[in-house]
């Protein structure tokens, strides 16, 4: 079993982190009987991960410091341009 080594002890992200963050998120709602499954999209959080993990692997990111700050500018293919659009205001307030 991928979640276990020497001695049975269980790791607590197993795989790639993305499969870890869903399994996490599998582990909350299971914990929680009164979540009203018919609102959870996890096919949604995966095609997230997804543009998550695009913006990580595809962005050109150039970075200009300014006397008050810093300018980041990032671009990319259309794939990851797309990602930008989406994961930009869904991230914002962070």
Same mark, same amino acid.
């Given at each position: 079993?991928?979640?276990?080594?020497?001695?049975?002890?269980?790791?607590?992200?197993?795989?790639?982190?993305?499969?870890?963050? !869903?399994?996490?998120?599998?582990?909350? !709602?299971?914990?929680?009987?009164?979540?009203?499954?018919?609102?959870?999209?996890?096919?949604?959080?995966?095609?997230?991960?997804?543009?998550?993990?695009? !913006?990580?692997?595809?962005?050109?990111?150039?970075?200009?410091?300014?006397?008050?700050?810093?300018?980041?500018?990032?671009?990319?293919?259309?794939?990851?341009?797309?990602? !930008?659009?989406?994961?930009?205001?869904?991230?914002?307030?962070?």
């Amino acid at each position: 079993m991928h979640t276990q080594m020497h001695g049975g002890a269980g790791l607590k992200e197993p795989g790639q982190c993305t499969f870890g963050a !869903l399994a996490e998120v599998v582990r909350v !709602l299971e914990a929680e009987p009164e979540t009203d499954r018919t609102k959870v999209d996890l096919s949604g959080l995966c095609e997230h991960f997804v543009d998550m993990d695009r !913006l990580l692997i595809g962005s050109i990111v150039t970075e200009t410091s300014l006397l008050d700050g810093l300018r980041v500018s990032v671009t990319g293919d259309a794939e990851t341009l797309a990602s !930008l659009r989406r994961m930009v205001p869904a991230h914002a307030g962070q």
